[in-house]
């Protein structure tokens, strides 16, 4: 059984698919930041004017 399965893929088409990935995951965590910042002005905000 092989470990590693060949696909014949350029170092260049490893580089770009693995850059594609780093910028998505980051993007995601970028969205997952401004949402939960969003959402902890907002409830901060509303705490304040009900007190």
Request: charged letters at 10%; proline letters at 2%.
């Amino acid at each position: 059984m092989h470990q590693y399965v060949q696909h014949g893929w350029s170092p260049a088409v490893y580089a770009a698919l693995l850059l594609i990935l780093a910028t998505l995951v980051v993007v995601g965590m970028l969205l997952a930041l401004f949402e939960v910042g969003r959402q902890q002005r907002g409830y901060s905000a509303r705490h304040h004017t009900v007190k």
